[in-house]
């Protein structure tokens, strides 16, 4: 199984929302990141865990809050966005280390109104 | 610092094309070289992984090719189709992050 799912493929929220993306991967990746991408940009990285612990945090605003509750579960918990928020939410798992290659999921549709 | 650049911004070629996309880095050092591809409002789709130690990387009509010396790879598309059109995107790792190109935006027409 190479696949990376990722859910919902789309959301809406008001400002005031709380609501969490999901992405699950059964690979045996123990590396999992967060991406944003914006219309026509390259995906910019948020966070980056291995071996379930935080390991880079790209000066990302708190009210993204990003969780690993075991080895195949990534979690990105959204409060308070702005509508510059907006964006596809992309998912990526590898194994650990810089040469690995990323398996990306299909992505989030983030609609802040 | 690694910085990797891709040109043409978009690219449009006629149906049964060969062509070639460009990528550029700066630290020659590099682990490997990644290309992707992504259809509008899509996830990324791994196509080649080039590891510093090979010079060329084969899938079906794709070809990559890295150049550690000079600081480029190339993604060789051979016969394309209109199902080629798509963005391309390359990209290099280095601080425990992967390093993207803007992305080359290909259309091919039939």
């Known amino acids: 199984d190479t696949e990376v799912t990722q859910t919902p493929k789309h959301l809406v929220m008001g400002m005031t929302n709380k609501k969490s993306l999901k992405c699950e991967q059964h690979?045996?990746?123990?590396?999992m990141y967060w991406y944003k991408q914006k219309a026509k940009k390259p995906p910019e990285l948020m966070f980056v865990?291995?071996?379930?612990?935080?390991?880079i945090n790209e000066s990302v605003p708190s009210r993204f809050s990003p969780e690993c509750p075991n080895s195949s579960l990534l979690n990105l918990h959204l409060h308070a966005l702005q509508p510059e928020d907006s964006a596809l939410y992309l998912c990526?798992?590898?194994?650990?280390?810089?040469?690995?290659?990323?398996?990306f999921g299909p992505g989030t549709r983030l609609t802040v109104l | 610092k690694q910085e990797v650049t891709q040109i043409p911004a978009a690219l449009s070629v006629p149906e049964g094309e060969n062509l070639v996309l460009n990528c550029s880095f700066t630290?020659?050092?590099?682990?490997?070289l990644q290309w992707f591809r992504q259809d509008p409002g899509k996830g990324l789709t791994s196509l080649l992984l080039?590891?510093?130690?090979?010079r060329e990387q084969t899938s079906g009509r794709l070809n990559a090719s890295l150049d550690k010396s000079s600081g480029r790879s190339t993604l060789y598309i051979a016969a394309s189709q209109p199902g080629d059109s798509a963005t391309y995107l390359c990209?290099?790792?280095?601080?425990?992050?992967?390093?993207f190109g803007q992305g080359t935006e290909l259309s091919v027409k039939p």
């Open positions: 990526a798992s590898s194994q650990v280390g810089t040469s690995n290659e990323q398996f």
């Open positions: 690979m045996g990746h123990r590396a």
């Open positions: 865990y291995s071996y379930e612990k935080l390991s």
């Open positions: 630290d020659s050092a590099i682990y490997n």
């Open positions: 080039i590891q510093s130690s090979q």
């Open positions: 990209a290099a790792p280095a601080g425990g992050k992967l390093i």
